[in-house]
């Protein structure tokens, strides 16, 4: 199983930007995809973006595209998104996970099984 710890939430204006870092520990995860999401107060969990293992590949939510950019450091283990142009729709708690088997690339959360315990992104009008 992989701890993972997310931190660079805050508090922002419109048009703003953040960036997310999440630090994975225990399992080895470089073979993992691994991926961001987010939940609002009383809406459902939602997919934002992932990236394969090796970082080549990444998939994003239609409306995060051109405005989000995910990456990672496999040396060491850790996981970013950088948050540009940010919209008051954005604001949410910001989870990151690593998928359940080695070399996917998913946008369900069903495929996640380790997960951080979220860092809160607030963007203000």
């Known amino acids: 199983q992989a701890q993972l710890v997310e931190s660079g939430g805050g508090r922002v204006q419109a048009g703003g930007s953040l960036r997310l870092s999440c630090a994975a520990s225990g399992r080895e995860i470089s073979r993992y995809a691994v991926g961001w999401f987010r939940q609002a107060p009383g809406k459902e969990r939602e997919f934002v973006s992932a990236?394969?293992?090796?970082?080549?590949?990444?998939k994003y939510r239609d409306s995060v595209k051109s405005r989000f950019t995910i990456s990672r450091d496999n040396a060491k283990n850790m996981l970013f998104l950088q948050m540009n142009s940010l919209k008051p729709e954005d604001t949410a708690v910001y989870l990151c996970?690593?998928?359940?088997?080695?070399?996917?690339?998913?946008?369900?959360?069903?495929?996640?099984?380790?997960w951080g315990q979220g860092t809160q992104v607030t963007v203000s009008s």
């Open positions: 996970a690593a998928e359940r088997t080695p070399y996917g690339l998913g946008d369900r959360t069903a495929l996640y099984g380790d």
């Open positions: 990236i394969d293992w090796s970082g080549r590949r990444t």
